[in-house]
């Protein structure tokens, strides 16, 4: 609910809501409640409040920046690793994402995004790199629900995919981390506004 954008970021989120919403007790939505605190994607304030992370643009400057520096990892190792079936896995997930996008449902277009990157981060055959990039993923996904709806400025992040895949297939690393460093820069407006 969190990452698909129907809990806001900011937003309260009472205990009693969920158990009701989920027909489950208190205990199971605590345990979930605590995991996603050590996520980094709700706060728990004092008085038991509880409320979506709000990410500040430094927050998301500093997530994209090691993200950058790990997609290049990634794309490196998986250029050693990765065989053309697993290659072209990764292009049925990148025309998932146009396919999503081209319907108008930009959360799951991010979902999907989601798995191309973490794709290439299990074709690296890092398992640490992987686990890094899965955290890192929710702070991604909780920066672009706020700042980044233009389908326009989607639709040329998600060609990108393309390029890297065709770099990745030819054997181009230069270019292949050149592009992961391009697509994983984000910059979010000035004073926090949302992109239209």
Do not use: W
């Amino acid at each position: 609910m969190i990452l698909s954008g129907e809990l806001k970021a900011g937003q309260q989120i009472a205990e009693e809501g969920l158990t009701a919403l989920f027909g489950i007790s208190r205990t199971p939505i605590r345990e979930a409640i605590r995991r996603l605190g050590e996520y980094g994607l709700v706060r728990i304030r004092p008085r038991a409040r509880i409320e979506v992370v709000l990410l500040s643009d430094k927050e998301i400057m500093d997530v994209m920046e090691v993200r950058a520096s790990l997609e290049k990892l990634a794309v490196v190792l998986a250029s050693q690793n990765a065989i053309a079936e697993e290659l072209e896995n990764l292009r049925l997930i990148a025309a998932q994402c146009h396919k999503h996008l081209a319907d108008g449902d930009i959360s799951r277009t991010f979902e999907t995004d989601s798995r191309f990157h973490l794709e290439l981060a299990r074709l690296s055959g890092n398992g640490v790199l992987l686990h890094s990039l899965e955290r890192l993923d929710a702070f991604v996904q909780l920066a672009r629900l706020v700042h980044c709806q233009n389908r326009e400025t989607i639709s040329s992040a998600l060609m990108m995919h393309d390029d890297l895949i065709n770099a990745l297939v030819a054997g181009d690393i230069g270019r292949a981390t050149q592009i992961a460093e391009r697509h994983s820069h984000f910059e979010p407006p000035p004073s926090g506004e949302k992109q239209s």
